[in-house]
C-alpha cells in the first residue's frame, strides 16, 4: 500500500471520530486552534475589502455542536498516479440533540488496474444516549457505557478538531444554500506543484458559510497535478454537503442491534 494511500486512510479515521463526537449528547467541545486535516495552519486573509463578510469558518466540531439537528455528508475521491486506481471514501452522519442520537454510514469504493485490490465496505454506526451499536455488513455488536466513561469519552473527541483547507478566499456573493442564507467564497490551493514540479490541471475551491453562525454549510475542492497526463495523475476531490439543518431527524436502533443487546451484559 503506497504512503498516499496510508496516509489517506488515516485521515479518514480522525475524520470518522470528529463527525462522531456529537453523539455525546450535542455538547459543544472547547474551541480549539483552526488548521488543515494532519495538521497546518491557514492564511487568513486580512486585506479583505471594507464590508466583506468573514471569511474564516469555526471548526467543523463548534459548527456541528451549535445545532439541533443535521445531516451531513463528506466525501473524499482519490484517483492517481494510475488513471485506473481509485478510492472513494462516503461518511454520512445524522444528529439529533433531542434524541441525544447519532447515526454515521461509512462507505469505501476501491478500484484498480489489478481486480484482486478493488472492492468495497460498508458499515453502520448507532449512538443512542450511552448506548451504541456498530454493524460492519456481517454481524451487529452493542456496547453501552456508564455516565463516568461516556463522559471521559466526550473529553477525548473534543479534543479533536477539524477544519478543511481554505486558503486566501475570495467573496463572491450572499446565496441561500440548502436552505441557510451563507456567504460564498471561492479560492485555488497556494504552492501546488511548485516542490513536485508536475503541471497543476485543476485547483477550485469554493464553501459557503452560514451568515448566523459561521459554519460550513458547503464545502468543494478540486485539484488535480500530474507529471504525465498518461501514467501519472494525481487527482483530488473533497466535498462537505449539510442538509436538513435543524428539522426533525428520526433515528432509532434497528432490530438487528435490538437483538444483539439482549446477548450482551449490562455494564
Not at 24 to 29: F, L
Not at 53 to 60: D, G, L, N, T
Not at 128 to 135: A, E, F, L, W
Request: net charge negative; glycine share 8%; charged share 15%.
Amino acid at each position: 500500500m503506497n504512503k498516499r494511500i496510508v496516509i489517506f486512510l488515516a485521515f479518514l479515521a480522525v475524520l470518522g471520530l470528529a463527525c462522531n463526537l456529537l453523539s455525546s449528547g450535542g455538547k459543544t467541545p472547547p474551541p480549539a486552534s483552526q488548521g488543515v486535516p494532519g495538521g497546518g495552519s491557514q492564511p487568513v486573509d486580512t486585506d479583505a475589502p471594507a464590508g466583506t463578510p468573514p471569511a474564516e469558518p469555526v471548526s467543523i466540531n463548534d459548527g456541528l455542536g451549535s445545532l439541533n439537528s443535521y445531516q451531513m455528508a463528506v466525501m473524499i475521491h482519490m484517483v492517481g498516479p494510475d488513471l485506473l486506481d481509485s478510492n472513494t471514501v462516503t461518511i454520512t452522519v445524522q444528529h439529533s440533540k433531542d434524541l441525544d442520537a447519532t447515526y454515521t454510514h461509512y462507505e469505501m469504493v476501491r478500484t484498480a488496474k489489478n481486480p484482486d485490490d478493488a472492492g468495497n465496505s460498508n458499515s453502520d454506526n448507532y449512538s443512542i444516549g450511552n448506548d451504541q451499536c456498530s454493524y460492519d455488513g456481517e454481524e451487529y455488536d452493542w456496547s453501552s457505557s456508564t455516565p463516568a466513561e461516556a463522559e471521559m469519552t466526550d473529553l477525548s473527541k473534543s479534543m479533536i478538531s477539524l477544519t478543511p483547507l481554505i486558503d486566501n478566499p475570495t467573496f463572491v456573493a450572499q446565496e441561500e444554500i440548502n436552505g441557510i442564507p451563507a456567504n460564498h467564497f471561492t479560492f485555488t490551493v497556494s504552492g501546488l506543484g511548485v516542490e513536485s514540479g508536475a503541471q497543476v490541471n485543476l485547483n477550485q475551491g469554493d464553501y459557503w458559510l452560514a451568515v448566523d453562525g459561521q459554519y460550513i454549510v458547503k464545502y468543494l475542492l478540486t485539484v488535480e497535478t500530474s507529471t504525465d497526463p498518461q501514467t501519472n495523475v494525481y487527482h483530488e476531490e473533497i466535498s462537505i454537503d449539510l442538509t436538513q439543518i435543524n428539522q426533525p431527524i428520526s433515528i432509532s436502533f434497528p432490530q438487528g442491534c435490538l437483538d444483539a443487546s439482549l446477548k450482551t451484559p449490562n455494564p
